[in-house]
């Protein structure tokens, strides 16, 4: 889906779209980094 669509549609549904997306991608992302910080300090823990 494109951002620039729900511009062209309705402006305002569209900047309440793009601002959800951001916040999920966000969220997500910061999910990731501690997943990644657990999954490296066990590979370290099990080498020791």
């Known amino acids: 889906m494109n951002a620039s669509y ?7 549904v569209g900047q309440v779209e793009d601002y959800s997306l951001r916040l999920v991608f966000k969220k997500a992302s ?19």
Not at 6 to 12: I, K, Q, R, V, Y
Not at 30 to 48: A, D, F, G, H, I
């Open 6 to 12: 729900f511009g062209e549609t309705l402006e305002g």
């Open 30 to 48: 910061q999910q990731y980094e501690v997943l990644n910080k657990k999954k490296r300090s066990n590979e370290l823990n099990q080498l020791t």
